[in-house]
Every structure is written in C-alpha cells, then in structure tokens.
C-alpha cells in the first residue's frame, strides 16, 4: 500500500502535462506487489507460477526476461533482520552488475516496491540492449519516511553504510558495491530524493534518482498525522521541498498523477527544480499509474548508467 491511500485524495478536472514530461508508454505485467514468495533465505525458485505473477512469461526464455532472488539478513543499523529483493536482468548477470535502489512506500516491504512489470521491463531492454545490465535492489525500510525515528532503527544508515558490503559480498555493484541510482514509490520516493541528497553531502552523488508519486506533503499539520517526525524543525530539516539546491546537478526523474493527493507538492517540485523528467499526466495513488511509468524510470536510470560508464 502506498502512502497516499491515508490522505484525502486532491482532485483535478483536466490533465496536464509539464512543459519537462516525456510520454510514457504503458506497461503490463502483475508485478511483485502482494506476491508471497516464503521467508525462506537464498534464491527463490523462479517457476512458471511465480513467472506469470512476476508478467515475465514469454516465448523468449526466462533468463533473458529477468530474475527474482530474496536473501534475509541482519541489519545491525536498524537492529532487526530485513529482506533484501534482487530483480536482476537475468539468471547468471555478469559480476559486478550495477545497482539501483527501488524504496518502497508506507505500509510496504521489500517483496511489495516494486512497480508491475518492473522486472519484465527490465529484463526485456537489457536483452534486447536497450539499456545496459543493471539490477535494483529492494529492502525493508519500515514505516519511518527513510530516517531514524527511534533510537537503534536507522534505515538510512542502512543504506548509506551497509547496503554497499551486501552488494559487494554478493558480487553486485563493482569494486565498492554502492548503488550507481535510486528509485522509490511514494514514501520511497520521498526517500529516494533524500538519500540522493545524504550522497552528495558525502560527494559521492549517484548517477540519478527516480522518484514516482514522492510523498511530498505540503503541510505540516497533514505530516503530523502520520507520527513519525518529532516535530516542524525534524520535518523541515529533511523535506526535498525545503532543499532543492541538494540533488543539483544529479539527474532525476519525477513522475505522478493528477488526481494523486501528492499532486500539488510534486508540481511545485517540477515547477521549483526543473528535473530532467518532470512527468504528470491523468491517474491516481495506485499502480494503474504507477507501471505506467516503469518504461520511461528504466530508460532513464540506465541512459545515465552508461553516461557514468
């Protein structure tokens, strides 16, 4: 569930597009969301089953299609075992395969951030050398907009510290392991913009961040009731709204549809920061919208993946 299903929902009566969009074909496939995959650690089986669930299947064989892996591990900055979600590009990638982060929204996990048809589209650009091979990496964040909100649990740190030894002790991500991009659904992409940010205050920006119907508030009475900052000045101190200077010079990818509730915010983004892709077209806070948008975030994220190379 994505974060919007819990605030009003903004209605518009015509669709507009800005003058930044680009047009985005539509995407199929079931995705991910809601797929029980078991608890179990190590590589899921990829049957005909979890296949079609998956909207992979297809004359062409699965290994060019794309591969599901989930592994349990334990995160000692959040103080708890998280899953990690591996959607690479095929069976057997080549070593090294660059990351992107894919940060799930509220109420969601791991096994559930991806868009529908992600894996499908994935898989069938790098086959077909649309894009070159890269992989995402989803992981249990919590309900917490992707920063501590309680002592011992810091799903940012998780991401900035640990996330780059789990993708080299796997052979992911090249000689450091550090994701090149991150992407995010609705409180992923509110994470997304801010982890885009806690990387270049390090100078190490990643390549671009791609950030689908971000749940930018505009009020701090509408933040407040979700209880997770400790206030204005916490709430403030992290917004993308109140520091749209940080992701300078790093593309990035908004998209969000008009009849969401984040609509206003996500215009006054594009309006304010100019990003690359700066996309709004007709749709709600669901998936119908949100795997619309999954051909043109692949596209994107793999262009600057070999802009980087």
């Given at each position: 569930m994505g974060e919007g299903d819990q605030v009003t929902e903004e209605t518009e009566g015509r669709r507009r597009v800005s003058r930044r969009s680009m047009l985005i074909a539509?995407?199929?496939?079931?995705?991910?969301?809601?797929?029980?995959?078991?608890s179990a650690t190590g590589v899921v089986p990829f049957n005909q089953a979890m296949q079609r669930a998956l909207g992979v299947t297809s004359s062409t064989p699965v290994t060019q299609?794309?591969?599901?892996?989930?592994?349990?591990?334990?995160?000692?900055?959040?103080?708890?075992?998280?899953?990690?979600?591996?959607?690479?590009?095929s069976k057997k990638p080549p070593a090294g395969l660059p990351m992107s982060l894919m940060l799930h929204g509220l109420h969601g996990s791991a096994r559930s951030a991806a868009p529908s048809g992600l894996l499908k589209q994935l898989g069938s650009d790098v086959a077909r050398k649309a894009v070159p091979a890269y992989g995402f990496l989803a992981i249990d964040g919590g309900d917490n907009y992707w920063h501590q909100v309680r002592p011992g649990d810091d799903p940012m740190a998780m991401l900035l510290?640990?996330?780059?030894?789990?993708?080299?002790?796997?052979?992911?991500?090249g000689t450091d392991g550090q994701p090149f991009a991150c992407a995010g659904v609705s409180m992923g992409g509110f994470g997304a913009l801010l982890y885009a940010?806690?990387?270049?205050?390090?100078r190490q920006p990643p390549a671009a961040v791609a950030a689908i119907a971000p749940a930018l508030i505009t009020s701090w009475?509408?933040?407040?009731?979700?209880?997770?900052?400790?206030?204005?000045?916490?709430?403030?101190?992290?917004?993308?709204?109140r520091h749209q200077s940080a992701l300078q010079g790093i593309p990035t990818a908004v998209y969000c549809g008009t009849e969401d509730p984040f609509i206003t915010g996500v215009r006054r983004y594009i309006a304010e920061t100019r990003p690359?892709?700066?996309?709004?077209?007709?749709g709600k806070h669901s998936d119908t919208f949100f795997r619309t948008t999954v051909p043109s975030m692949v596209g994107f994220l793999g262009k600057h993946l070999r802009q980087k190379a």
């Open positions: 539509g995407a199929s496939g079931l995705g991910i969301a809601g797929l029980a995959v078991g299609l794309g591969s599901m892996r989930v592994e349990r591990v334990y995160s000692h900055a959040r103080g708890r075992e998280v899953d990690l979600v591996f959607l690479l590009p510290e640990e996330v780059p030894q789990w993708l080299r002790a796997r052979g992911f991500g940010r806690r990387r270049a205050e390090r009475p509408e933040m407040a009731k979700r209880r997770i900052f400790t206030g204005l000045n916490d709430w403030t101190s992290l917004d993308p709204l690359t892709i700066g996309y709004t077209a007709h």
